[in-house]
Structure formats: C-alpha cells, structure tokens
C-alpha cells in the first residue's frame, strides 16, 4: 500500500482536510470520544472556518441567500432574481417620477432667451430640416415660434436658469443633474412611453422595475419589490392614458411585475380579509392553496405556478405590513410641511412623494409615480401652471426629505417625460396663449442621488431648442445609465426568449453616459 495515499485518505477535516471526520479513522471508538474531550480551540476554529465564511457570505448578499436555500429545501427552483450587482451599486433602490405626455422644455428648464424677439415668426426650415411631423401639425401652413410665456431666473450656487413655473424644485439645481439632451425616435406618445419604461416601442417587453426585480431581488420580503402609484388627474388635462403595460413583467415571471396601489379603499384590492375571516383562517386557506398549487407545480414544472404561490405568500405578508405602511399619523410636522397641505390627500402626487419615501425606507426597490397630463397641445398658459403646481413641491419635497435622512446617496430619483414639445405653436399664437406638438428630437429631464453629478446641465440644444448641438443622450443610453447607477451592466442583465438574450436597453448598442456620474 502507498503510504502517502493512505495518509491523504484518513486526512481528518479537523485538520483542515477534506477527508472523513475523527469517526472515520480507522482507531478504537474510545480513542475516537478522547479525541473529542481533548479537542483544542484550534480544531474547533478550523471546523468552523467554512460555516463562518458561509455566515459571512449571507450576510454581504442579503436575505436573497437564504431565500434560495429555502425554495430549495421546500423542492423549488431558486429564484432567477439571485445575482449580485456586476459591481458596487452607487444607488440600492430607484423613484421614478414620470411624467406622462411630455413636459415642454422650453417652458420649464431649458432657458431659450433669444426666442422673445422671434415671436411669430417662421421656424426657419434649416432648423427643422426634413424631420418628420406628426398629422396634428402637419397640415399647418407656417410654424410660428412660440416663447415661453414666463421668465426665467437663474438658481442655486451653479446659476442654473429655471422657470418660474417651478419655484420649488428651481432649489434643487445643485442637487440634481439636468440633461437637456435626450432624444428618440418615437414620435407618439404609446411607443414613446413604452420605450422608456420598457426600452421597446412594441408591447409585451418587461418594464425598468420588471428587470430590476428580476435582477437585484428584494430587499423587503414583506412588501413588493416594485410598486408603482398613478396620481390623480389634473382637471381639463389632456388625459393621455397609461396601462398596465407600463409595469408589467413581460415574458419574465409574473412575480417581478409593478404592484399598482389605489389611492381610495384598500391600497391593494383584495387585501383586507373579508367578514368573518380570521387571520388564522386566511393561513390555513393559504396554505391549503399553496399545496394545491405545489403538487401542480411538481407534476408539470411550470414556473408560473411557482410564481402563484410566492404572490399568494406576499399578499398574505402584506395585509400587516400595507396598512403599517400607509398609516401616516408617526410622520412628524416639518415633514407636512415640507410636502404641503396636498400630501396629506391620498392620491395626489405630493402624497405619492411621501408614500414613496416611505417605501425607500421599508426597502422597497422600486417605485414609479406617474403624473399624467402633460399633453398640452392646445391651452399652454392655461394647464402648464396647473401641472407644475400639482407635482412642483412633491418633486422638491422627496428631494429634500431622502437627503436629510441620509437616503439621497443611495437613492436614484429620476424625472422626466416620454419625449419634448416644438418650439412652434400647435394651432393659434397670440400673447396670452398657445400650443406646443410632439418634439422627440430633444427634451430634458433630471436626476439625483445614487452617486449622480449635482450642479451640472448634461447636453445643449440649439437657439430654437429643436436640436441637439452637444452631448447627445438616446433614451437607451440613458436607460443603461440607470441600470449601471444601481449596479448592472446592461449587456449582461439578460433573459433568453425566442432565441435572443433579451435585454432592456435592446439589441441596438447603448453606452453609459459617464459625464452624469461623479
């Protein structure tokens, strides 16, 4: 026999071997207790090296860890949302403050002051070129240049020129990085808003918060990983509508999809037991379900059955922790004031501010707050003031609050439309009024926190704010942008479906925009 074979093969694991235990060696059980009675501190640390690491290893990756080892030993398939960051993330949850139908740039942020002397004059055709228009303006006989209605002033220690129309969020310019040079080609608001939520222009793709769900996991197994909040209407807003396409979860499984809360009765439907029904009841009914459902699952292995019993298991968590969510009362008074005497009417976009604040806190990975009608092609100086006034303090407030909670470092707050508005009047110009058409050759929108520039203005637009002259931004770069603040490479967050490795930012190449990041 080869000795030195025989000394690997009883190499005991207490001595850091990956052999057999002391109970294997080939020595009289009585030997093998003394060894144990005797065993040194150093056996057992050297024992003990492995299960610690594995600690350790729990603990930098979270509950995710640990929620695979159940699914596991419960005989399901692990999570297909188990992958670390592809590097540090600067940002570990997103609020996405989106603005349906498309803020007019030249209204708000991107400070145009040669237009005043060019009122009603023709935009000169070298500008526009042969750029395509949409059928509501195409039929106009000239393109009068419509200025903005308001003055500008500049804000902040960076000077940045801001609108009137904002007076609260103007405050933020050095908190925030404005980028005036976003672009698309998506010239209707369906395929528009599709592109930015889901980085397609076709439905059935998984939304920004699909992905990261999918991506990066939960960090609350008590509330959803992705909520999103529709604010309520402003009244005679053009009401360009939004559907649940927005936030869905595409081919990927229905558990990474966007939870819509409602802002009257219960936050999600269904939540509150019915009359009658204890809580004990609802376990014992859930649990019955949720075996029905795992005998299926086994029989034909088909995930969306194992993604019915985590919703059923989630809806069961949530009817403690939504209502604790919800209750507003522990919220102190600066934080009323700072949000406004709106916040405190569930469904308005200050309250969606706070609620989402609230979510951050929870571990909540990521909410979208929506604000629709921004359509304004007709009554600019009449609806603008009241869009601005209706999201203008909730956008500042939510700013403000994530940072003197220390959150701002690690939270990605993003606003911003579908695409931009003309600088030509849609329809009749006069003094007091006028209207603005569908622009995608260039808009503005900001972001804050999770490591983004602060202070800065990203890109530059033309005298007419119709072209892009520096910097230019397409959505999916700045989508991958996003992804890259909380942590993902875009390349390589993929899912295999009809043959191709599905990616949010698409087949066609996207890049980082490293001038947002510090």
């Not at 057992?44 to 995710?64: E, H, Q």
């Not at 979860?249 to 990474?256: A, D, K, R, T, V």
């Not at 009362?329 to 916040?343: F, N, V």
């Not at 058409?437 to 990203?458: E, N, Q």
Request: glycine share 10%; charged share 20%; hydrophobic share 35%.
């Amino acid at each position: 026999m080869n000795p030195q074979k025989t000394q690997t093969e009883h190499l005991c694991c207490d001595q850091y071997g990956e052999g057999p235990s002391v109970y294997d060696l080939p020595i009289p059980e009585a030997l093998r207790d003394e060894w144990l009675r005797l065993e040194s501190r150093r056996h057992f640390l050297g024992r003990m090296g492995k299960a610690l690491g594995w600690a350790g290893l729990a603990v930098l990756m979270g509950d995710g860890l640990l929620r695979g080892v159940a699914r596991a030993s419960d005989g399901l398939p692990g999570p297909e949302s188990l992958r670390l960051p592809n590097f540090p993330p600067s940002a570990k949850r997103c609020i996405y403050l989106f603005m349906s139908g498309a803020p007019p740039q030249m209204d708000m942020w991107d400070y145009k002051p040669g237009l005043a002397s060019l009122y009603d004059k023709d935009l000169p055709d070298s500008v526009r070129g042969n750029q395509p228009l949409t059928g509501m303006t195409a039929g106009q006989a000239r393109f009068p240049i419509a200025p903005s209605h308001w003055k500008f002033a500049q804000q902040g220690k960076s000077g940045r020129w801001v609108g009137d129309l904002l007076p609260w969020t103007g405050k933020l310019v050095d908190d925030i990085a404005l980028v005036y040079s976003l672009h698309t080609e998506a010239i209707n608001h369906e395929p528009a808003i599709l592109l930015m939520n889901t980085g397609n222009m076709v439905p059935g793709k998984p939304s920004l918060g699909a992905w990261l769900s999918y991506g990066l996991g939960s960090m609350n197994e008590n509330l959803p990983t992705f909520v999103v909040l529709n604010s309520e209407l402003i009244p005679h807003s053009n009401q360009q509508p939004i559907s649940p396409k927005l936030w869905s979860s595409g081919f990927l499984s229905n558990e990474y999809s966007g939870v819509a809360f409602r802002s009257e009765g219960a936050p999600v439907l269904y939540l509150d037991n019915p009359q009658g029904m204890t809580r004990e009841t609802r376990r014992t009914l859930v649990d019955s379900v949720n075996a029905i459902n795992q005998m299926t699952y086994e029989d034909l292995g088909d995930p969306e059955t194992h993604a019915r019993i985590q919703e059923y298991e989630m809806a069961f968590r949530m009817q403690t922790s939504i209502p604790e969510l919800t209750d507003m009362r522990d919220e102190t008074a600066s934080t009323w004031t700072l949000y406004g005497d709106d916040a405190k009417k569930p469904g308005t976009f200050a309250y969606n501010c706070l609620l989402a604040r609230r979510m951050a806190e929870r571990g909540v990975r990521f909410t979208q707050i929506y604000q629709r009608g921004w359509d304004v092609h007709g009554d600019v100086v009449g609806m603008l003031p009241k869009l601005c006034a209706a999201t203008d303090r909730g956008s500042y407030a939510l700013v403000t609050d994530l940072k003197r909670r220390g959150m701002l470092d690690d939270t990605l707050v993003i606003w911003g439309g579908e695409f931009g508005r003309t600088v030509y009047s849609q329809g009749g110009l006069s003094k007091t009024n006028y209207g603005r058409d569908h622009h995608p050759r260039c808009f503005t929108m900001w972001l804050a926190g999770g490591s983004v520039k602060t202070g800065i203005a990203y890109g530059e637009t033309d005298d007419f704010c119709y072209n892009i002259v520096r910097d230019p931004v397409h959505v999916r770069d700045f989508n991958a942008t996003l992804l890259h603040l909380l942590g993902i490479d875009h390349e390589k967050l993929t899912f295999k479906f009809q043959g191709l490795d599905q990616k949010f930012t698409g087949v066609i190449p996207a890049k980082v925009v490293t001038g947002l990041l510090s």
